[in-house]
């Protein structure tokens, strides 16, 4: 049988800045099942686009990114969309943090296998990109008069009044902002102009705001610009905007502004015979007066399925002036990062933020209920067939494949007080609603085998649905076992959360401390409902005796040391059953170690298993942004509006971030440790040291560049046993090191009429067992090595407004198993046509797999853009893909006689092909 393995590459994005590091599946495999460039660097003040392929032919039912800011707690999702050959995610801008982004792809099989990048922990170990502010250099590009970055800072000011755009009476003119979300501001440095006149002199300036009443203003429109300066020097970017004054009557229909966009897209991927369609139509409209702010966002998607979470998006958000905000629809809420943090809820939520006071609410939908997924035995199964002893069958049949409907309400209010201290309290309750998923479901169809049935059955084997299958036991004869609940799906649950929150400033601002505090508790399974007391008397043992956890031997005497808690003690469950159900599904199910607590009280307080604390200290002195946290998870805590918080976790970070050279020189530095050992009956804690280091060195336009990453990361489980498993010796050390290292240089230059841009990049990984030379023979690392050198030149020419990329790629990945060589060629072209009203790109891409398995790729692309109107685009985008593959069969048998037992074969077909259309209309 050939074996063509089928390559999906976007040719355009393909190898912009070096060719990809080659993830392996976690399980192992000769063959890497990812294609992924993992980007140099990002911009704070720009999107950043995250692209994912596939090396090996496999039906995928979505793929998810992760990322969050280094070092952060929690991740925050986003499914990726699949547009021409590859899935892509955007990183939004804001969502960028000079900190650095750390982010991880999972793509989830039809066969509900997983496959990440990193391969190896990607939760614990994720990708790492450093994040420039915009402040720092910037890099040339061909093509643009603008620069990538100002040599400015971004500054987190909040324009007060009058807002933009904002018509008024002139003796009611106040230019107020606040600096609360900018602490680092030189006030002696704050510069404020109005029409080029310096009004500085007149105005307040304190560390939280800026106001100012100018006296003498005439009708009219105004600009303000005010430029001030961090207290390490920085420049920070001005705020700019303006007003207008009159002194007749306000016509509010003047006042009102508008603006909207709608587009379509329509896809077409034919894949090996398969055509997936997906068709999206986007409308956002933005409305209101100057105090007044309507915003409205529809996303409807023909991969909408009731099969499936709601992939189609609806939004509405309200804004009264910067404080209060009103959403509606699908929204993506930030309470406390270990309590709320960006998970999108579809129901409503309100943000009142007052200078000394910030109150927010969210309630509304996590997850819809999904009755079946659509597939055989992922709706209904067989779970067993008994025949007992008169020959009668008995069926039994379970339900699977639901997701219930989980809803959600969290609430924060934080205060501020003495203008440097805020303390914070935040609550979140949610539940599974039992009765969104029925009983009865039509379509879902299950299997009656051998392998179901362990060859008992009076019913012929086949596909059933169930009124099916209820008819073939009136013909057949046989007895069904359904039950109505307590089915061996997914369980009904419900969570709680109570957090704290401390933060602080010092020293003018420089110095801040943050510490939160939070608790939870989970029920994992809700169907039975709340215990009684005397439910819970007999919970840890089998004698109601009023007591719980106490056992007695023969004699009536009390065996072992109990903890012995008497159930008068406890509140009565059922009376508190409306706010959180209790019973023996609980995590935990005693939230604390009484035994230990009267010990060392402080010490079992916070080490409870559901709890979750962090301190971070943060200075800013001489340039320098040093950052100090110590940060513990509990083994059990949990957050539904979190779900991603790794658990079961103990850390220490020291990082610091300083720019020099007038900000064109950026270090960011940092190191973690981490550990499981939070609880004492750990066996063999897993140790993690996680060393960073990222130099960007950019001059400005027109001069060379750098940046250079380096990471290492030592793994060590502190033991030395080696277990003996069916006779088998089995080695259970690990003590590995991991080193990532990578090397961007960036020319830009100029050839007569034509501006390029050069840019090189090495990039390696190297894996080590540091305990090779003590184990055995036989034993195999699970560690990838890789090695990758790119070239990418970018070019201009002004004569024509022609713009060219060529990139050239190198890359080997080698495993125990096998080394694999990728070489990639590629070229494209834009060029403009009919006086630039349209554009047209041309791309071609080779790519060459040499190793155990031979792929040869090769991609063209034709893209055409057209402006029908002013505001009106029209894009159209057609790839077709070519793969020539080649195998070796081994199947261990010498069919041929010729003592020969692998055969190598070759193939070579049209195995994609890709047509987009998108139009959009701004208004």
């Known amino acids: 049988m050939i074996s063509s393995y089928k390559i999906l590459i976007n040719p355009v994005l393909g190898i912009l800045f070096g060719l990809f590091l080659a993830e392996i599946s976690a399980q192992p495999s000769a063959s890497p099942i990812l294609y992924h460039v993992p980007p140099i660097e990002a911009k704070d003040n720009e999107d950043l686009e995250i692209t994912v392929g596939l090396l090996q032919d496999i039906s995928v039912v979505d793929v998810t990114l992760f990322y969050r800011t280094a070092h952060s707690s929690s991740y925050h999702e986003k499914l990726m969309n699949y547009r021409g050959g590859v899935w892509k995610g955007i990183i939004p801008a804001q969502e960028l943090s000079p900190e650095g982004l750390e982010y991880l792809i999972v793509l989830r099989s039809l066969n509900t296998e997983y496959y990440a990048t990193p391969s190896e922990n990607p939760f614990e170990t994720p990708h790492f990109v450093p994040v420039i502010p915009a402040g720092v250099g910037g890099r040339y590009f061909p093509g643009s008069n603008k620069i990538a970055a100002t040599q400015m800072v971004d500054a987190d000011i909040l324009i007060l009044s009058p807002q933009p755009g904002e018509l008024l009476n002139?003796?009611?003119?106040?230019?107020?902002?606040?600096?609360?979300?900018?602490?680092?501001?030189?006030?002696?440095?704050?510069?404020?102009?109005?029409?080029?006149?310096?009004?500085?002199?007149?105005?307040?300036?304190?560390?939280?705001?800026?106001?100012?009443?100018?006296?003498?203003?005439?009708?009219?429109?105004?600009?303000?610009?005010?430029?001030?300066?961090?207290?390490?020097?920085?420049?920070?970017?001005?705020?700019?905007?303006?007003?207008?004054?009159?002194?007749?009557?306000?016509?509010?229909?003047?006042?009102?502004?508008?603006?909207?966009?709608?587009?379509?897209?329509?896809?077409?991927?034919?894949?090996?015979?398969q055509v997936l369609n997906v068709g999206e139509l986007t409308a956002k409209a933005e409305a209101g007066?100057?105090?007044?702010?309507?915003?409205?966002?529809?996303?409807?998607?023909?991969?909408?399925?009731?099969?499936?979470?709601?992939?189609?998006?609806?939004?509405?958000?309200?804004?009264?002036?910067?404080?209060?905000?009103?959403?509606?629809?699908?929204?993506?809420?930030?309470?406390?990062?270990?309590?709320?943090?960006?998970?999108?809820?579809?129901?409503?939520?309100?943000?009142?933020?007052?200078?000394?006071?910030?109150?927010?609410?969210?309630?509304?939908?996590?997850?819809r209920a999904v009755q079946h997924r659509n597939r055989i035995d992922e709706g209904y199964y067989l779970a067993d067939v008994i025949l007992d002893s008169t020959g009668h069958y008995t069926y039994q049949l379970e339900r699977t494949g639901y997701t219930f409907t989980r809803k959600l309400s969290a609430y924060r209010l934080s205060v501020k007080f003495l203008s440097r201290y805020q303390i914070g309290l935040s609550l979140l309750k949610s539940k599974d609603v039992i009765n969104s998923v029925d009983?009865?479901?039509?379509?879902?169809?299950?299997?009656?085998d051998s392998s179901s049935t362990d060859g008992l059955s009076s019913i012929p084997y086949g596909n059933y649905q169930y009124d099916q299958f209820r008819s073939a036991l009136s013909t057949y004869g046989g007895t069904l076992e359904f039950a109505d609940k307590n089915w061996?799906?997914?369980?009904?649950?419900?969570?709680?959360?109570?957090?704290?929150?401390?933060?602080?400033?010092?020293?003018?601002?420089?110095?801040?401390?943050?510490?939160?505090?939070?608790?939870?508790?989970?029920?994992?399974?809700?169907?039975?409902?709340?215990?009684?007391?005397?439910?819970?008397?007999?919970?840890?043992?089998?004698?109601?005796?009023?007591?719980?956890?106490?056992?007695?031997?023969?004699?009536?005497?009390?065996?072992?040391s109990p903890i012995m808690i008497d159930t008068s003690k406890i509140p009565d469950p059922l009376k508190y059953s409306q706010f959180l159900t209790i019973n023996i599904h609980m995590v935990p199910l005693l939230p604390l170690d009484y035994t230990a607590f009267e010990k060392r009280p402080i010490r079992s307080i916070m080490n409870m298993p559901s709890t979750a604390y962090n301190i971070r200290v943060r200075g800013y002195y001489y340039k320098n942004n040093l950052s100090a946290e110590y940060r513990q998870t509990g083994p059990v805590y949990k957050s539904y509006g979190n779900p991603y918080m790794m658990n079961n976790v103990r850390e220490f970070i020291l990082s610091d971030r300083v720019l020099m050279l007038d900000n064109k020189l950026?270090?960011?530095?940092?190191?973690?440790?981490?550990?499981?050992?939070?609880?004492?009956?750990?066996?063999?804690?897993?140790?993690?040291?996680?060393?960073?280091?990222?130099?960007?060195?950019?001059?400005?336009?027109?001069?060379?560049?750098?940046?250079?990453?380096?990471?290492?990361?030592?793994k060590n489980n502190a033991t030395t046993d080696l277990d003996t498993i069916n006779g088998q010796l089995i080695d259970q050390r690990e003590s590995t090191l991991t080193r990532n290292s990578l090397l961007s240089v960036n020319f830009p230059f100029i050839t007569k009429s034509v501006n390029n841009n050069l840019v090189i990049n090495r990039y390696q990984v190297n894996n080590f067992d540091l305990l090779a030379e003590e184990r055995q023979y036989n034993?195999?690392?699970?560690?990838?090595?890789?090695?990758?050198?790119?070239?990418?030149?970018?070019?201009?020419?002004?004569?024509?407004?022609?713009k060219t990329v060529i990139n050239l790629s190198q890359t080997e990945v080698q495993t125990s198993y096998a080394v694999n060589n990728w070489t990639v060629i590629g070229i494209q072209a834009t060029y403009?046509?009919?006086e630039e009203k349209a554009q047209?790109?041309?791309?071609?891409?080779?790519?060459?797999?040499?190793?155990?398995?031979?792929?040869?790729?090769?991609?063209?692309?034709?893209?055409?853009?057209?402006?029908?109107?002013?505001?009106?685009?029209?894009?159209?985008?057609?790839?077709?893909?070519?793969?020539?593959?080649?195998?070796?069969?081994?199947?261990?048998?010498?069919?041929?006689?010729?003592?020969?037992?692998?055969?190598?074969?070759?193939?070579?077909?049209?195995?994609?092909?890709?047509?987009?259309?998108?139009?959009?209309?701004?208004?």
């Open 666 to 714: 950026l270090v960011n530095s940092s190191y973690k440790y981490q550990s499981n050992n939070i609880l004492a009956t750990t066996v063999n804690p897993i140790r993690t040291g996680t060393l960073l280091a990222n130099v960007t060195l950019a001059p400005g336009p027109q001069v060379p560049s750098f940046t250079m990453n380096f990471q290492s990361i030592t």
């Open 832 to 834: 403009p046509l009919l």
């Open 779 to 802: 034993s195999v690392f699970s560690g990838t090595d890789s090695r990758s050198t790119s070239l990418s030149l970018s070019s201009y020419f002004t004569d024509i407004a022609l």
């Open 439 to 448: 009983k009865l479901v039509s379509g879902a169809t299950f299997t009656i």
């Open 488 to 560: 061996s799906g997914n369980k009904p649950a419900e969570n709680i959360v109570v957090g704290f929150e401390y933060s602080s400033s010092h020293d003018n601002q420089r110095l801040r401390i943050n510490a939160n505090w939070n608790f939870s508790l989970e029920n994992q399974d809700i169907w039975d409902g709340t215990m009684s007391r005397t439910q819970m008397d007999t919970m840890l043992d089998d004698s109601l005796d009023g007591l719980i956890g106490v056992s007695y031997d023969q004699y009536g005497l009390v065996v072992g």
């Open 289 to 367: 007066v100057s105090w007044v702010k309507a915003k409205a966002v529809v996303r409807i998607t023909s991969r909408e399925s009731e099969y499936l979470q709601p992939m189609n998006r609806y939004s509405t958000d309200i804004s009264i002036g910067d404080y209060l905000t009103i959403n509606a629809g699908d929204f993506f809420p930030t309470h406390a990062a270990m309590v709320l943090d960006g998970k999108r809820i579809r129901g409503v939520g309100v943000d009142l933020n007052l200078p000394w006071l910030r109150f927010q609410a969210a309630s509304g939908i996590i997850n």
């Open 170 to 273: 002139p003796e009611d003119v106040v230019v107020a902002l606040s600096l609360f979300n900018a602490p680092n501001i030189d006030t002696s440095s704050v510069k404020i102009v109005i029409d080029g006149d310096d009004y500085s002199a007149a105005a307040f300036i304190s560390p939280e705001i800026i106001s100012l009443h100018p006296e003498e203003i005439l009708p009219g429109l105004h600009s303000v610009t005010i430029s001030m300066a961090t207290v390490y020097g920085m420049n920070v970017k001005p705020v700019i905007w303006s007003f207008g004054t009159t002194t007749g009557h306000i016509n509010i229909d003047e006042q009102i502004t508008y603006s909207g966009e709608v587009s379509s897209r329509i896809s077409s991927d034919r894949i090996e015979g």
């Open 840 to 923: 047209m790109t041309v791309a071609l891409n080779y790519l060459k797999s040499s190793g155990y398995t031979s792929i040869n790729v090769y991609n063209n692309q034709l893209g055409f853009d057209y402006k029908i109107l002013d505001n009106l685009m029209l894009n159209c985008t057609t790839l077709i893909q070519l793969s020539q593959s080649s195998d070796w069969k081994t199947d261990g048998i010498d069919n041929d006689n010729n003592g020969k037992t692998d055969e190598f074969l070759e193939s070579i077909e049209i195995n994609s092909s890709t047509f987009n259309l998108a139009i959009n209309y701004r208004f």
